[in-house]
């Protein structure tokens, strides 16, 4: 059997008055993501994840703020090219898991909601997508409350093994 595996990384400056969406669903929240696309810090580093796993670089590679073509850009249209460039090279998506580092608001409500919309653009069964969410214990700038971050992990396989 062939096996990767992936971790990602990303993180975005919050700021008054701009929409906050993380996982793909816009949270209610006086602050959001500084960003040139929508700031989906959570889908940015499961892209991460997903494209280092078979040595494709990362998002900005592909994706460059510096191109018009990605201003404010829905970033589950990002995730589903990932997803497109690794179907299209014989790789399929086994799972994936993501954590997201935010001190305000509180994240569990949208949990659900998060994970089936990230399966539903990865054609995934939701059970193969995990989203938790943690604070920082007020340290640091996601204590502050002056950024979020999150981590991704994902496993793939070649098509033909699930």
Same mark, same amino acid.
């Given at each position: 059997?062939?096996?990767?595996?992936?971790?990602?990384?990303?993180?975005?400056?919050?700021?008054?008055?701009?929409?906050?969406?993380?996982?793909?669903?816009?949270?209610?929240?006086?602050?959001?993501?500084?960003?040139?696309?929508?700031?989906?810090?959570?889908?940015?580093?499961?892209?991460?994840?997903?494209?280092?796993?078979?040595?494709?670089?990362?998002?900005?590679?592909?994706?460059?703020?510096?191109?018009?073509?990605?201003?404010?850009?829905?970033?589950?249209?990002? !995730? $589903?090219? #990932?997803?497109?460039?690794?179907? =299209? @090279?014989?790789?399929?998506?086994?799972?994936?898991?993501?954590? %997201?580092?935010?001190?305000?608001?509180?994240?569990?409500?949208?949990?659900?909601?998060?994970?089936?919309? !990230? $399966?539903? #653009?990865?054609?995934?069964?939701? =059970? @193969?997508?995990?989203?938790?969410?943690?604070?920082?214990?007020? %340290?640091?700038?996601?204590?502050?409350?002056?950024?979020?971050?999150?981590?991704?992990?994902?496993?793939?396989?070649?098509?033909?093994?699930?």
């Amino acid at each position: 059997m062939d096996f990767r595996v992936g971790n990602g990384y990303d993180v975005h400056q919050l700021a008054e008055g701009l929409p906050l969406v993380l996982g793909g669903v816009k949270i209610p929240h006086t602050k959001g993501c500084v960003a040139h696309s929508d700031g989906d810090v959570l889908i940015h580093a499961l892209c991460d994840a997903l494209l280092g796993a078979l040595s494709l670089g990362d998002i900005g590679q592909h994706f460059p703020d510096t191109s018009d073509d990605y201003k404010g850009i829905d970033s589950k249209i990002l !995730l $589903a090219r #990932v997803v497109e460039m690794i179907r =299209d @090279r014989g790789w399929s998506v086994v799972n994936v898991d993501v954590t %997201l580092l935010a001190q305000k608001p509180k994240i569990a409500p949208f949990v659900p909601r998060m994970r089936q919309a !990230l $399966a539903d #653009v990865m054609g995934l069964s939701v =059970d @193969r997508v995990s989203v938790k969410a943690t604070t920082t214990e007020r %340290l640091g700038f996601v204590g502050r409350e002056e950024g979020v971050a999150a981590y991704a992990t994902c496993l793939l396989t070649t098509i033909d093994r699930i």
